[in-house]
């Protein structure tokens, strides 16, 4: 397919590489030169704007860090929707707020533009070896046209409902992964405190009920103090942001995301924006005043 | 080896069973006699207290409720401590309080009598198959002692430290359970309020790093609604309330396990204490006016 591409980050780059190596045409866009020398040599065109990436195309993804960020490119000057024809798929793979995707989603179908919501998750690992899971929200007609899309960068395409779904979807993931974090960082600060080695612990509970894949292979991690980023605190964040602000609109009312997102404000506030999610221990490590493992 | 077991209730009668299937001689004591017709018919000679049951044992296994019943059966009138011999292993698998295992360790101690704590995982599906994870705390001769009883009822034996350290990793154990459980249903009730169907949410997100054994067995059972307990709503409360008492005594604040707590206690408030620990969900469906799947 001829596709355009906007956003070579961390995970955009190795997603548009794999795009290349299914064998589809694929131009394009970043605001920085870097990334665009590093596809440009991979096979890409390259665009000077998301419009030009967007032209002629009968795809055009984006993947960029937050709602503000899809609106410009989408929606701003020179955006994709100057570039797209009618017919045209946009597909955001960003994660963002899902009723900014639904606000975006209702100005391109003005112009006979479809769009996809299909944030994904996996990681840059996920991202190289075409693996990532791929939440999908929109029409299933245009679904079925991006597949082949999708097939080239993910493993599991899930149809999660109408346009904004995936990003649901996406922060349903987010809030559960927090939950079980948080209850893997408390385990393992009872332990410490009560003098048990944190190793064992996890030994005895892993393979049972309070098992997953946070405890599995986050919970090492923090008993060895490895806190190198596999997803950093300031991007979860962002995404727990974007789920406190969606369930605000929804007037939901979730406890445990709250006291999770109070809790990670404490680790970015102490400088920890950078390392990974595991380091949610740390802010509990500093209520106690004990260190675990190390 | 010749072994008392004392506590026949869910988990003891299939747990005694297991030692009997596997060669074992066992004298049981129950405080009900219905349990004790059913071990004596599976070959177990029967006594008519705690103490008969331990004397001239290599081993005493004790598996009752709350922390005063362990207190009760082996320190109390015609208790454990009367029949065992010095030498013998009192052996305690019900989850109780490791301060209170800690005291009834000494008080056995002064004759000559090792205990060591036991507490399991794995539901009464683990004790029918002798699949039990057996999480034990004291000296390690003892263990090795009583290490072929393990083996009858158990798969994964680890030596988490000294006496009560099976104790903590069990708390351990719910409270990550409970902190994972909370992520799960807060992720069901976001879908619920988002108007996604909340199948299509664990499909997505089940296989990644919001996977759990939680969200796995659990997840479908709420959006099914099948509040039939694996584990009960109220021995939850139980345990949360022994890992907060032990905390208080550490002086370890886990606002995640304080929270899980209060909405347990909404449950229960409302009832639901037979149910299992997946009507987690009915307090979030009542803080929010809305019910998940069904």
Known sequence: MKVGFVGLGIMGRPMAKNLLKAGHNVTCYNRGSGPRDELAEAGAAIAQTPKEAAAGMEAVITIVTDSPDVEHVILGPDGVIEGAASGTVVIDMSTISPEVTRRVGAALAERGIQMLDAPVSGGDAGAIAGT??????????????????????????????????????????????????????????????????????????????????????????????????????????????????????????LPGLALVAQLFAAVDAAGLGEEGTQALLKALEGLNGVAVGG
Chains 1, 2 share one sequence.
């Not at 991006?146 to 979807?169: D, K, N, S, W, Y």
């Open 132 to 253: 990532l899971s791929i939440m999908v929200g929109g029409e299933a007609a245009a679904l079925e046209k991006a597949r082949p899309l999708f097939e080239a960068m993910g493993q599991r395409i899930v149809h999660c409902g109408p346009l904004g779904a995936g990003q649901t979807v996406k922060l349903c993931n987010q809030v559960a992964i927090t939950g079980t974090l948080l209850g893997v960082c408390e385990a393992l600060l009872f332990a410490a405190k009560a003098g048990v080695d944190p190793n064992r612990m996890l030994e005895a509970v892993s393979a049972g009920a309070a098992g997953s894949w946070q405890m599995s292979n986050l919970g090492p991690k923090m008993v060895q103090r490895d806190f190198a980023p596999g997803f950093k605190v300031g991007l979860m964040r962002k995404d727990l942001r974007l789920a406190i602000e969606s369930a605000g609109h929804m007037q939901a009312a």
